[in-house]
Structures are given as C-alpha cells and as structure tokens.
C-alpha cells in the first residue's frame, strides 16, 4: 500500500484524536523553535520541549513499562549499532562523492554535539528518552489503535521525518527517516518503549561520543 495511501486512511480514522493532532503542531514548532529560530540557546530550549512533550505523551496516553527480554535486548542494542554503521557509510559517501551536503553535517554536528557535562546530562536523560515517549510511546501508539501495525510503522515514520522539515536540514530529514523506522518497527513489534530508548542511546553513543563522524 503506497504510503500516501497509508497516511489517508490512518488520519482518516483519527478524527476525534483532537491531542493528537494538537500534540504534533506543538512538536513541528519546537522542533523549528530549537533548530531554526533559537530564541534561546539549543541546549536549553531542546530538553525543555522534550520535557513538555514527554508530558503530553503522560497526559493523553497510558504506558506500559515492560521489563525487556534479554533477545529484545540484544536487538535494541543491535539496532543502535546497525544505524551508527549505516549512518557512517551515508557520511563516507559524501566525502567520496564530494557532495555539498558535508558543509551542513558540520553545521549540524556544531549544534547537536554536547560539548558540556550538563549536555551530556539532558541528551540521555530527557532529550533521547523524551523523543521515543513522545514518537513511539504516543504518537505511534495512538496510530496502533487505528491501523495495522505496519501501517502505524511507517505512517509513525513518515510524521517524524515530516517534523524535521522544519529544522530546514535534509541530513535530519534523512536521519529522521532512517532512524525512525528502525525504532518505529522495534516499538510495534514488541510494544515495549525501553527497546527504541535503548537503540536510541546506543545510536546516538556512537554518533556524538565514541566515534563521531566528525
């Protein structure tokens, strides 16, 4: 089913979800507050809009904490790793294609990149686990109620790509749909959150600690 399709059908079954549609308008506009305006510094703004997000995903959505199953944690754990390596062989092809998009990773990379004990702090504690309570533990969950699994994969996929339009960054764009899959799929077929969580701490460990790609 083509995903245009995919995104009809599951918008049309949410027509009473109002705090739905309410949640991802704020998530667009914090998103494009923190990466393109950014009245405030990033390090402030961005875990203050998770912070308020992963609030709303509390209000308007019931979680479930699972415990996760030493195969789930080795998939979640997995996942992580894949996607650094992924994401590594897309930045060696820019360098080997000499292609213009290296000059915006490093704009990128100078405004994700913690450089300060309390960044450290708010990326692992409330931006990352913020993003999946909001992406996968509300925004997915709630399309779960209305549409297959799958569809609720890539529709849930296609919303959080579409939100990074708004930081004007392609790279996030890409990284958004790429990423979000992975972490979209693990959410669905387990419907545990820690394991997206945990994929997401290990991807962005690799990514802006151990081995940047910069």
Do not use: C
């Not at 308007?60 to 790793?81: C, D, M, N, W």
């Amino acid at each position: 089913m083509p995903p245009t399709l995919i995104f009809m059908i599951g918008l049309k079954n949410m027509k009473k979800n109002t705090d739905f549609y309410l949640s991802l308008l704020i998530a667009f506009l914090l998103l494009f507050s923190s990466f393109s305006w950014q009245p405030i510094d990033f390090w402030v703004l961005f875990p203050l809009s998770l912070l308020l997000l992963i609030g709303w995903s509390f209000i308007f959505e019931q979680h479930e904490l699972k415990r996760p199953t030493f195969s789930h944690f080795i998939y979640a754990v997995g996942s992580g790793i894949f996607l650094y390596g992924l994401f590594a062989i897309g930045k060696w092809l820019l360098t080997f294609l000499n292609l213009p998009l290296l000059d915006e990773l490093e704009s990128l990379y100078n405004v994700v990149q913690p450089t300060e004990p309390l960044h450290f702090l708010w990326l692992f504690l409330i931006i990352i686990p913020g993003e999946e309570w909001f992406w996968r533990g509300y925004v997915v969950k709630r399309l779960m109620k209305h549409v297959s699994n799958i569809q609720a994969t890539i529709l849930g996929t296609l919303l959080y790509a579409a939100a990074h339009l708004v930081t004007g960054s392609i790279l996030l764009v890409l990284a958004a749909l790429f990423a979000g899959l992975a972490w979209s799929f693990l959410y669905t077929q387990t419907r545990n959150i820690w394991l997206p969580i945990l994929s997401h701490l290990v991807f962005n460990l690799f990514l802006l600690i151990l081995f940047p790609l910069l």
